[in-house]
């Protein structure tokens, strides 16, 4: 069974950048789809943004030009790089990868404060 293992959240003012990763205690082959998604409390959780195994993105609309998604497949590690945070972006952060089944992380905060 494949464990992720997020990172890299905490508090930032606005305006401020945070880069989260989700490692992945194996190497992910064939088709899949790994995703970035949040929470934030009372709310339901989103979808902020995806690669697939052939490096296709695709972003919410409320983070386009300020979320970026990469990863490293050597590291099997996806990244988060969140630049022009809001206070609207305060949520737990989830990563999920999308196989046969789906695995989800933790989670990690990030929090958006002054």
């Known amino acids: 069974q494949v464990q992720l293992v997020e990172s890299g959240g905490g508090l930032v003012q606005p305006g401020g950048s945070l880069r989260l990763s989700c490692a992945a205690s194996?190497?992910?082959?064939?088709?899949?789809?790994m995703g970035w998604y949040r929470q934030a409390p009372g709310k339901q959780r989103e979808l902020v943004a995806s690669?697939?195994?052939?490096?296709?993105?695709n972003y919410a609309d409320s983070v386009k030009g300020r979320f970026t998604i990469s990863r490293n497949n050597a590291k099997n590690t996806v990244y988060l790089q969140m630049s022009s945070l809001k206070p609207e972006d305060t949520a737990v952060y989830y990563c999920?990868?999308?196989?046969?089944?789906?695995?989800w992380g933790q989670g990690t905060q990030v929090t958006v404060s002054s």
């Open positions: 194996e190497s992910i082959v064939g088709i899949y789809v």
């Open positions: 690669i697939t195994n052939g490096g296709s993105t």
């Open positions: 999920k990868l999308a196989l046969k089944v789906d695995y």
